[in-house]
């Protein structure tokens, strides 16, 4: 410590030594008392309250959903890291698209709806996707591309059609065969479905 520090030290703690000797035995007392017994304020005691987010109370509010339940394995609800997933998959008992055809069937359509009567109660935007098994179309000029690209907008008109507002819709996309969502099983019906991404912030 250089000498100029150490007379600068020394002088400030003669002065405090002053100015306590001022105070009263009663004062100190006091002074002492308030620093021991004190309780934060709002200043200095910021208590920090963590909730669900927004795309957690949307996920609950989805696997909570009463007809999304009673479809069973017909639904498909997951968390990602870019937003919830929901796959509205091809099943035994309750088939979703007949092979090569991109509109709904009658139990397909229903699930449909009660996927768009969820979302509409929900934030968040929202992309469709189509999706088709590994079988080549058999039609001349309209691949899998095509039959997947008409399931996403199938699904788009009725998501409209069931309240679901269509600036909330970011994205239409066909993706043909190339997600299965079996892929060591790319054939089976259950790859035939419809995906809905929804993103949502906070």
Not at 40 to 50: E, I
Not at 183 to 196: C, D, F, G, K
Request: net charge negative.
């Amino acid at each position: 410590m250089a000498y100029a520090d150490f007379l600068t030290a020394l002088m400030a703690f003669f002065l405090l030594m002053w100015l306590v000797s001022g105070v009263s035995a009663d004062d100190r007392a006091e002074i002492a008392d308030y620093f021991h017994n004190r309780t934060p304020d709002a200043a200095t005691a910021v208590s920090v309250q963590s909730g669900p987010s927004a795309a957690d109370r949307v996920f609950s509010a989805l696997s909570e959903n009463p007809a999304l339940v009673a479809a069973g394995a017909s639904v498909v609800l997951a968390k990602e890291a870019d937003g919830i997933r929901i796959d509205l998959v091809d099943t035994a008992e309750r088939p979703l698209f007949d092979r090569a055809d991109g509109r709904f069937t009658e139990s397909g359509l229903t699930l449909a709806r009660d996927a768009a009567a969820a979302l509409a109660g929900t934030t968040g935007t929202l992309v469709l996707e189509g999706h088709t098994d590994a079988f080549p179309s058999l039609t001349p000029g309209y691949s899998n591309w095509e039959l997947s690209s008409d399931r996403a907008n199938e699904a788009r008109r009725i998501f409209e059609a069931a309240g679901v507002a269509a600036e909330r819709i970011r994205g239409v996309a066909g993706l043909a065969d190339t997600r299965p969502l079996i892929p060591a099983q790319p054939h089976l019906p259950v790859n035939r479905r419809v995906s809905i991404l929804v993103q949502v912030e906070g």
